[in-house]
């Protein structure tokens, strides 16, 4: 005769979905990147419209521009050295990951919590280029909803700024 062997699966426990912002960051936290979706994909269009480039033009931008970037918190390094404390910001946007650092004491002291893991942040730096490629220097923060709501957008999404469209095609 022929036996069949009945293999009994284990019950697995019905638990509540992981929230979105959840799971995008638990994602990260797997990958090293968004897979599907990005926190910031649903910003776009206010963004654009509020003058916010996207980390894909960073390496177009002159010595001495001024650029403000959106993206989420990936990483966060806090140092001291001879010449007081700075930090070193690595965010993510739906175009790609950047870093960023901030030498200014009294920026990283008022927006240390801002500056955590996961946050969503827009930033205006001053971009630095020499021999070694682009710098970013960090000379303002605001959470992302707060530059949202704080900031008047403009009729037209400003050229070079961050475009869903744009993102579809790569």
């Known amino acids: 005769g022929v036996s069949q062997i009945i293999e009994e699966k284990p019950a697995l426990k019905q638990v ?8 995008l960051q638990e ?3 797997a990958f090293g990147f968004f897979l599907n979706q990005h926190p910031i994909d ?3 269009e206010a963004l654009g419209k509020r003058g916010v480039i996207s980390s894909e033009n960073i390496e ?3 010595d001495g521009n001024i650029v403000k970037l959106a993206g989420v918190v ?3 390094k806090h140092k001291s050295g001879p010449k007081g404390r700075y930090a070193y910001l690595t965010l993510s946007d739906p175009f790609g990951i950047y870093e960023t650092a901030i030498f200014d004491e009294g920026l990283i002291t008022i927006h240390r919590d ?6 969503s942040l827009v930033v205006e730096c001053l971009v630095k280029k020499d021999q070694g490629g682009s710098r970013l220097l960090v000379k303002s923060i605001e959470k992302l909803e707060d530059f949202i709501k704080h900031n008047h957008p403009k009729k037209e999404i400003y050229k070079d700024s961050l475009k869903k469209e744009d993102k579809d095609i790569l």
């Open 74 to 76: 990936a990483y966060n």
């Open 42 to 44: 649903n910003f776009l």
């Open 114 to 119: 801002a500056m955590g893991d996961g946050n």
């Open 60 to 62: 177009e931008l002159n």
């Open 27 to 29: 994602e990260f936290k």
């Open 16 to 23: 509540a979905d992981w929230e979105v912002d959840k799971k």
